[in-house]
């Protein structure tokens, strides 16, 4: 899981930290840096599934651009940039810091790449690790975050000794003994198989922004649903029959108690000759049509499909990943917010599928309730340097004489939250 993301000299940003729960929600209003933060988690995921620098801010055929390309992917005029990812360990006894600097001007390229163990208890790798007491290991990646090291040779070994060495009180070690090399031989395992999670962890975030209209076409089968959910209904048709069923039930579960009530059933099939596209359908109910026909997603409303690739996201994400629904309240009515935080809750909660949303949408800050307020940012910007800031919603001074007032979405509405930490500062 992703425990905290911190932005160095990123777009808008000068430094700023966002702490990531398993539902975490960002307000703010327009230009105040929402986005950048969402861009810098899919930067993030694009590289550690191999695309290169460039293209990751720049896009190529098959990846559109950040926002700026390289030119304004750090804040001006600096010519560089660091973002951090705070990443909890298998038995959540150690974070891991990934942590990538780069240059922007006069050539892209990487400055320095790493991951840092933290909060390391002295017994989690007893098997090769009892020869040292120290609390920070360092684990330079090198050349890359996907680079695999397989080979030992003398370069590495100097580099471990190093690490090894790093502490208060250095020992002296002999690198001949068969305890070393089963010491470094483990250390290499290891370190690979860091490198493996870390990947792991930021490949699996996707950046949800479902456009409707895409979602309406034939899709191809597919493993993973695309950020657009233009594939959804191949994604749905190319799961094993026994977990089709499950999420197709699931989904018509949670449909039915949309405000309209008439929707009873969503799926999808295999059509066309060879079978390797897939069409979304859904069934709709109503009192003087007792044998409805099935409808395609051609005829279905912005609103419902919208509605339908959260819930598909959600259902067909690997457990203990990272969700980002960017405006999550886009095309819906304000009527389906409640049933949407149930969904959110329910389903993120039973799959540990951590959730960052931002929003605008009054009705759903109230459907959260103010039980959310510890897990609401706030993004906002310097009224004299025009920095974009990241504030907890819990850290502003005034925030119950604000909540005595109204809602939390009263306040979002009548712009108080930001008008507070503007007469704050």
């Not at 801010?57 to 005029?77: D, H, Q, Y």
């Not at 099939?269 to 026909?293: H, I, N």
Request: hydrophobic content about 40%; glycine content about 4%; overall charge negative.
């Amino acid at each position: 899981m992703l425990k905290k993301l911190i932005l160095e000299n990123w777009k808008s940003f000068h430094y700023a930290e966002l702490p990531l729960d398993p539902l975490t929600v960002l307000i703010g209003t327009n230009a105040s840096g929402k986005s950048n933060v969402v861009e810098a988690l899919e930067f993030l995921q694009r590289i550690a599934q191999g695309e290169n620098i460039e293209a990751a801010l720049a896009g190529n055929k098959t990846l559109s651009s950040i926002r700026g390309g390289v030119e304004w992917a750090a804040l001006k005029p600096e010519k560089e940039f660091t973002l951090k990812a705070l990443i909890a360990g298998e038995d959540e006894k150690i974070d891991y810091l990934y942590v990538i600097k780069i240059q922007t001007i006069p050539e892209i390229r990487v400055i320095e790449e790493y991951i840092e163990p933290q909060l390391l208890s002295e017994n989690i790798f007893n098997n090769y690790l009892n020869i040292i007491n120290t609390k920070s290991w360092h684990f330079p990646t090198r050349s890359g975050l996907k680079e695999v090291n397989s080979t030992i040779n003398i370069h590495e070994i100097m580099n471990f000794k190093k690490d090894l060495n790093n502490n208060n009180n250095p020992i002296e070690i002999d690198t001949q003994t068969e305890d070393f090399k089963n010491i470094y031989n483990d250390y290499v395992i290891f370190k690979q198989k860091l490198k493996d999670y870390i990947i792991s962890k930021l490949e699996n975030i996707l950046i949800l922004n479902p456009v409707p209209s895409k979602m309406r076409d034939y899709s191809r089968l597919s493993d993973a649903l695309e950020s657009d959910a233009s594939n959804i209904a191949g994604v749905l048709a190319t799961l094993p029959d026994e977990r089709k069923a499950e999420v197709e039930s699931t989904l018509s579960t949670y449909i039915k108690h949309l405000p309209e009530g008439d929707i009873q059933k969503v799926w999808a099939e295999k059509v066309g000759r060879f079978g390797t596209d897939a069409m979304l359908y859904c069934q709709e109910q109503w009192k003087r049509d007792p044998s409805p026909s099935p409808i395609d997603a051609r005829t279905m409303s912005d609103g419902t499909l919208h509605f339908i690739a959260i819930l598909t996201a959600l259902l067909t994400r690997p457990e203990a990943s990272q969700l980002v629904i960017e405006e999550i309240d886009n095309g819906l009515h304000p009527s389906r917010a409640e049933l949407l935080v149930r969904i959110l809750r329910e389903i993120g909660s039973k799959r540990k599928i951590d959730i960052l949303l931002t929003t605008h949408n009054p009705a759903l800050l109230d459907a959260l309730g103010p039980e959310i307020v510890p897990f609401v940012v706030v993004a906002h910007r310097d009224s004299e340097t025009g920095e974009s800031k990241l504030t907890l919603l819990e850290d502003i001074e005034n925030l119950p004489l604000l909540l005595a007032s109204g809602t939390l979405g009263r306040l979002a509405t009548k712009g108080a939250i930001e008008k507070s930490l503007s007469d704050n500062k």
